[in-house]
């Protein structure tokens, strides 16, 4: 599977965000990630529904929009999202997922299942035909600049080797959380295929975002 860069739009310069995605499309990553928060499910908030279509209205690149809200659901329509952009849901903000990722779905919209880092795989098995990407959450969900949790590999390497056991082969799997270019390679290596990029590795002091990417994919 084709490796991909999602850069962590929270994490940009959003007092110049215009320029940042022209910056980030120059740059060739493939997705722009949004994270969505309620301040419940999470304790932050950061962007919104109406920053996502106003970005979406701009750019020629698809969207990765990571929901970190309660009860999902009810925000499904509040995007312009389309066949190229993935909507991504957590496996623990609603108890009837199913029927989310189903809704999701049936406008045309790619899905993502998220999982925290505590949160077991199993309920997966039952969904992989409403699912299509996996976010293996790499840090507890909310923040920017926090560390890699302790079991990020392995997990990693246990969402891929389920997925192909239940001939999903083609369900990426991507991460999420201090991806920066070591972490990067080590999850790649265990079978990441979508990589967050946000403070870790895109948006640096010392470094062009262009530079960044290039340097990151050398390594993935
Ligand atoms: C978590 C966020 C962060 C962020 C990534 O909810 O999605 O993971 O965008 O940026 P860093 O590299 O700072 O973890
Ligand atoms: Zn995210």
Same mark, same amino acid.
């Given at each position: 599977?084709?490796?991909?860069?999602?850069?962590?739009?929270?994490?940009?310069?959003?007092?110049?965000?215009?320029?940042?995605?022209?910056?980030?499309?120059?740059?060739?990553?493939?997705?722009?990630?949004?994270?969505?928060?309620?301040?419940?499910?999470?304790?932050?908030?950061?962007?919104g529904f109406d920053l996502v279509n106003a970005v979406k209205a701009v750019t020629?690149?698809?969207?990765?929009?990571?929901?970190?809200?309660?009860?999902?659901?009810?925000?499904?329509? #509040?995007?312009? @999202? =389309? +066949?190229?952009?993935?909507?991504?849901?957590?496996? %623990?903000? *609603?108890?009837? /997922?199913?029927?989310?990722?189903?809704?999701?779905?049936?406008?045309?919209?790619?899905?993502?299942?998220?999982?925290?880092?505590?949160?077991?795989?199993?309920?997966?098995?039952?969904?992989?035909?409403?699912?299509?990407?996996?976010?293996?959450?790499?840090?507890?969900?909310?923040?920017?600049?926090?560390?890699?949790?302790?079991?990020?590999?392995?997990?990693?390497?246990?969402? #891929?080797?389920? @997925? =192909? +056991?239940?001939?999903?082969?083609?369900?990426?799997? %991507?991460? *999420?959380?201090? /991806?920066?270019?070591?972490?990067?390679?080590?999850?790649?290596?265990s079978g990441a295929d979508i990589f967050v990029m946000g403070t870790s590795s895109?948006?640096?002091?010392?470094?062009?975002?262009?530079?960044?990417?290039?340097?990151?994919?050398?390594?993935?």
């Open positions: 599977m084709n490796k991909l860069l999602s850069a962590s739009v929270m994490c940009a310069d959003l007092l110049n965000l215009k320029e940042s995605v022209k910056a980030l499309e120059d740059a060739g990553v493939d997705y722009l990630h949004f994270d969505i928060m309620d301040g419940s499910f999470v304790p932050n908030i950061t962007l020629s690149l698809p969207l990765d929009v990571h929901m970190m809200v309660n009860d999902p659901a009810r925000y499904i329509d #509040r995007m312009n @999202l =389309d +066949e190229r952009d993935f909507l991504c849901v957590h496996y %623990e903000s *609603d108890i009837h /997922i199913q029927r989310t990722l189903s809704q999701i779905k049936d406008r045309g919209i790619k899905t993502g299942l998220a999982f925290n880092p505590q949160t077991p795989l199993n309920g997966l098995q039952y969904l992989t035909d409403y699912t299509d990407m996996v976010l293996i959450m790499t840090v507890s969900p909310g923040f920017a600049g926090q560390k890699l949790f302790a079991g990020a590999e392995r997990k990693t390497r246990h969402a #891929r080797q389920l @997925l =192909d +056991e239940w001939g999903c082969a083609h369900i990426p799997v %991507e991460v *999420d959380g201090n /991806i920066s270019v070591e972490n990067g390679k080590l999850l790649s290596r895109l948006f640096l002091k010392d470094k062009s975002i262009k530079q960044a990417a290039q340097d990151f994919r050398a390594v993935i």
